[in-house]
């Protein structure tokens, strides 16, 4: 073997396993859900997917199945790209017209709730895993019936909560807000989208005013909605099936299907991807809150920091571009050999 084949193989040999070691490294992108108050989905995963303990959480995964629950924080559409009231039908909000996720959708009087009150309130959304992103709250109106399915008309027009950016404060989204003056039984949606991919995601939660009368036809007030603990989290990732490493499928894994939406203006959505095109790592990254907050390094792997996956991915691709090419190399090394005859 000539010196120039040896080192032509050491290369593709050396490379390829360190492309292969970047690409199974890559961070883990599950996203959120609303924690204060309590979104359905994230009671329901506290109460536990195999033995939820309320009625309602029982009836949810009774029609879901237990694993829409381990996927707690997957609530989305990939493609919504500001859509959501044109592409999520009514009855379907709550499950963003996501047939996996179709038991949140259930209309009951007895899903577990918090307790609200109308004036400042401080929001808190579980960001395992942050984006740069709008969230617009809205609540139901006075004519609410929890036991009818949720129509977008039983939202009031405008959210009473919209913030760009929240900072972040121990792995939550962190945001104030007025909430409007309101009695009995309510629920509180959540828009959470991207801005810089056209996916949202999507919250329920059962507020009460003052005193729960029951919502009509259920027998008693329902349980107090926990939501879950890092240990509940951590306890429960290992049953997750909440893809950990973009979208380019269309959430194939969290079932989240790529609902139809007309293309934003100047070209195509980019349905179902982690990082817009030419995204920046650190811009996408959201601020976050403390004295002990501190730069990232551009070498930190930013899953663990709270950041964005775009970095880490540019050096797979990287790594893998030059395994192939090295492969390449001494492909056309091995054929020039051949054809002189060296």
Same mark, same amino acid.
């Given at each position: 073997?000539?010196?120039?084949?040896?080192?032509? /193989?050491?290369?593709?040999?050396?490379?390829?396993?360190?492309? !292969?070691?970047? !690409?199974? +490294?890559? @961070?883990?992108?599950?996203?959120?859900?609303?924690?204060? @108050?309590?979104?359905?989905?994230?009671a329901c995963f506290q109460e536990g997917p195999e033995s939820p303990k309320s009625a309602a959480?029982?009836?949810?995964? =009774?029609?879901? &199945?237990?694993?829409?629950? %381990?996927?707690?924080?997957g609530v989305n559409i990939a493609n919504a790209a500001g859509k959501s009231?044109?592409?999520? @039908?009514? $009855?379907? !909000?709550?499950?963003? #017209?996501?047939d996996k996720y179709k038991g949140l959708d259930l209309p009951r009087a007895d899903w577990p709730s918090s307790k609200m009150s109308g004036g400042n309130h401080t929001f808190h959304y579980k960001g395992t895993a942050p984006h740069k992103g709008s969230f617009e709250l809205y609540i139901t109106k006075d004519s609410y019936d929890p036991s009818k399915p949720l129509k977008w008309s039983d939202l009031e027009e405008k959210p009473f909560v919209d913030v760009a950016d929240p900072k972040m404060e121990n792995g939550d989204y962190v945001f104030d807000g007025k909430v409007p003056a309101k009695s009995g039984r309510h629920l509180i949606y959540s828009i959470w989208q991207r801005s810089d991919s056209p996916e949202a995601f999507y919250t329920c939660s059962d507020v009460v005013f003052g005193k729960d009368s029951g919502g009509g036809e259920a027998a008693a007030p329902?349980?107090? /909605?926990?939501?879950?603990?890092?240990?509940?989290?951590?306890? &429960?990732a290992e049953k997750s099936t909440v893809?950990?490493? *973009?979208?380019?499928?269309g959430d194939a894994?969290?079932?989240?299907? +790529?609902?139809?939406?007309?293309?934003?203006? #100047? #070209?195509?959505? $980019?349905?179902?991807?982690?990082?817009?095109? &030419?995204?920046?790592?650190?811009?996408?990254?959201?601020?976050?809150? $403390? *004295?002990? =907050?501190?730069?990232? /390094? +551009?070498?930190?792997? !930013?899953?663990?920091? #709270? &950041?964005?996956?775009?970095? @880490? %991915?540019? /050096?797979?691709? *990287?790594?893998?571009a030059l395994a192939v090419g090295a492969a390449a190399m001494f492909g056309t090394a091995r054929r020039r050999t051949a054809r002189h005859g060296r």
């Open positions: 073997m000539t010196a120039r084949r040896k080192v032509v /193989a050491i290369a593709a040999v050396g490379i390829a396993p360190l492309a !292969l070691t970047a !690409l199974s +490294a890559a @961070p883990a992108a599950a996203h959120g859900s609303m924690t204060d @108050p309590v979104s359905r989905v994230s959480c029982k009836a949810a995964v =009774a029609a879901s &199945g237990a694993q829409a629950f %381990y996927d707690w924080n009231k044109e592409i999520i @039908p009514d $009855g379907k !909000l709550c499950s963003a #017209g996501n329902a349980p107090t /909605a926990s939501a879950p603990s890092e240990q509940d989290i951590a306890a &429960g893809e950990h490493h *973009g979208h380019g499928d894994k969290t079932g989240a299907e +790529a609902t139809e939406a007309a293309p934003a203006a #100047g #070209g195509d959505t $980019g349905a179902g991807d982690d990082t817009a095109a &030419g995204d920046d790592a650190a811009a996408n990254r959201p601020e976050v809150n $403390g *004295g002990d =907050a501190k730069p990232v /390094a +551009a070498d930190e792997n !930013l899953a663990e920091t #709270g &950041g964005d996956s775009t970095t @880490p %991915y540019i /050096a797979i691709g *990287g790594a893998a």
